[in-house]
């Protein structure tokens, strides 16, 4: 469990305070996987460095595993540290030494014996698939592998929480879906929680529960995946969704089609996604839709559904979405 | 045949086959004496430097700044003016201010500036993020100083003792004028001074010959550990 209460990181500039976290409060719960969203700069990686305290705050609790971090000592830290598992953007592997050896790097010291260090070792990285890589130096990797590497390093003391910074933004789309397998994967059989530091809402949908979107220092929204997925009620989260989604690329397509008439976008989640909703508005209204795209994917298990559609009259249409309201249906005018 | 082509062409250096011995065992062991005193001594003011920089791991404005300007200041000194203002220290110190161990102490003086900054450059390209994902690991600064700092900078470390064994030579050569010892004394006293250019000719060629030693050595080192990186 991490909790952060009140965070605020203040960063002294030149002649004026940068604030990167203002006054932010966020709970994740042990075996979650988490995800922060935000455009670069708005403190989301800020935020992930609190949470094992590489950055303090300027003011805020931070109490992970129920253990207040800034109440501890240099060393007292350091040892919680083990407990929190961190990966990066850029991967920060030693050149200077093996695969194996990396993976060791943590484990040195630890009082572990050497046996016992080589079976843990050759064990995680048998889990990342990267076993028959063990004696090989990080630039003959490809970049998915290095990653790969980060992961089982960061395992190797048993952590309890992975935070992930940005961990697939250097990465292509294909290894970017392998390594968000792997880690639901460790997520599922390890139990550890994850925290997900990205900017890409895909990643997010891919492979988080629930999630957070940050604005300039501050959580603007937040909840379960598959609710702010249906219902986002931010336009920054909106437009997050929309470039997770096949929509956004749909859409101009679909508009140049449809010039002069108005499009309206349906969005429903849950039982409804299987339900007629146009038969129904037709029987209720009298209105016909003519469904210019439809798409339902699943979150978490939970279906998702997004429309484009005309009506053949305007005239009740603001009951219609009233209607919809009620049902858990978001409808929103398309604008162009 | 040999023999009378050296006479020919080289009157008095073929004379002196065993001052040129005894000329390049003193400056051997005045760069390699020099380069271990200034080597320790420069490696912790380097670290120092990197450690108490604006970006270091223990930021320290005040001391970062003494040591910066002790650093500057000591690179600024022309080494020629340096050998004669160290010497009351130097005769404190050894006792003496003539012969090869008394310009050893100049030389050590000259070149732990040279080699802190050298130092100091060195560890500052090892990747902040690794050093970031030792921290998140939970080292400690001096764990961090020793495996990963001198570890992961090591190439370019070697680099730079490399570069200044190499800069070393040729203080201790030019030690030789104010009354040190090795190769730059023979071919100043016994060559230059003299008029017997085939002396200072010789010289220079040992001179050169212990450089482009240092370098193969240092080149073979690199190779050695750089495990098909360099």
């Known amino acids: ?336 | 045949m040999f023999g009378s082509f050296m006479e020919h062409y080289f009157p008095y250096a073929s004379q002196m086959g065993s001052d040129f011995t005894q000329a390049t065992e003193e400056t051997v062991l005045m760069t390699v004496s020099a380069m271990i005193i200034a080597g320790v001594i420069g490696l912790i003011i380097g670290i120092l430097l990197l450690l108490t920089g604006s970006r270091g791991l223990s930021p320290n404005a005040p001391l970062y700044w003494v040591l910066d300007q002790i650093v500057n200041i000591g690179r600024s000194i022309p080494f020629i003016i340096l050998l004669a203002i160290i010497m009351p220290f130097t005769r404190l110190i050894v006792g003496t201010s003539i012969g090869t161990t008394a310009v050893t102490v100049p030389i050590v003086v000259g070149t732990i500036p040279f080699f802190a900054r050298q130092v100091q450059n060195a560890l500052l390209e090892v990747d902040p993020g690794v050093v970031e994902a030792a921290q998140a690991m939970g080292l400690g600064n001096l764990a961090i100083v020793f495996r990963v700092y001198l570890k992961e900078g090591l190439i370019s470390l070697v680099r730079s003792v490399n570069f200044t064994i190499i800069n070393l030579i040729g203080l201790t050569a030019m030690a030789g004028a104010v009354g040190g010892g090795g190769l730059g004394a023979t071919a100043l006293q016994e060559g230059y001074q003299r008029g017997r250019t085939d002396v200072t000719f010789v010289a220079m060629i040992l001179i050169l010959i212990f450089v482009f030693l240092t370098q193969i050595i240092g080149n073979a080192l690199l190779r050695l550990i750089a495990h098909g990186r360099a």
């Open chain 1, 1 to 336: 469990m991490i909790e952060l209460n009140d965070i605020v990181v203040k960063f002294p500039q030149k002649g004026h305070v940068v604030t990167a976290v203002n006054h932010v409060s966020l709970a994740v719960d042990d075996g979650s996987m988490y995800g922060i969203v935000g455009f670069s700069g708005a403190g989301k990686s800020t935020l992930v460095r609190v949470m094992n305290l590489l950055q303090k705050p300027t003011s805020g609790s931070v109490i992970v595993n129920g253990t207040d971090l800034i109440a501890l000592s240099e060393r007292a830290l350091r040892k919680e540290r083990r407990n929190i598992g961190m990966i990066f953007q850029h991967f920060n592997l030693m050149e200077s030494r093996t695969i194996f050896d990396n993976v060791d790097f943590p484990l040195k010291g630890s009082g572990i014996s050497k046996v016992e260090r080589r079976q843990r070792i050759e064990k995680l990285l048998d889990l990342v698939g990267i076993l028959e890589k063990k004696d090989a130096y990080p630039y003959q990797l490809s970049g998915g592998q290095k990653q790969r590497v980060a992961i089982a390093r960061a395992l190797a003391t048993d952590p309890k929480i992975l935070l992930c910074d940005e961990a697939t933004s250097a990465l292509d789309p294909k290894t970017t879906i392998a390594v968000l397998q792997l880690l639901k994967e460790i997520n599922d059989r390890l139990g550890i929680t994850i925290v997900i530091i990205t900017h890409e809402m895909q990643v997010v949908k891919e492979i988080c529960d629930h999630v957070a979107v940050m604005e300039e220092g501050k959580i603007i929204e937040r909840g379960e995946v598959a609710d702010i997925f249906s219902n986002p009620q931010k336009p920054l989260t909106q437009d997050f969704i929309r470039t997770a989604g096949h929509i956004d690329q749909a859409e101009t397509t679909i508009l140049e089609h449809v010039a002069g008439e108005d499009v309206y976008e349906l969005r429903f989640s849950g039982s409804r996604a299987s339900e007629p909703i146009l038969i129904d508005i037709y029987k209720r209204f009298g209105l016909t839709a003519n469904i210019l795209y439809a798409n339902v994917e699943y979150l978490q298990n939970k279906p998702l559904g997004t429309m484009l559609v005309t009506f053949d009259s305007s005239d009740q249409l603001g009951e219609v979405e009233q209607h919809l309201q009620q049902d858990g249906i978001s409808m929103s005018k398309v604008v162009r």
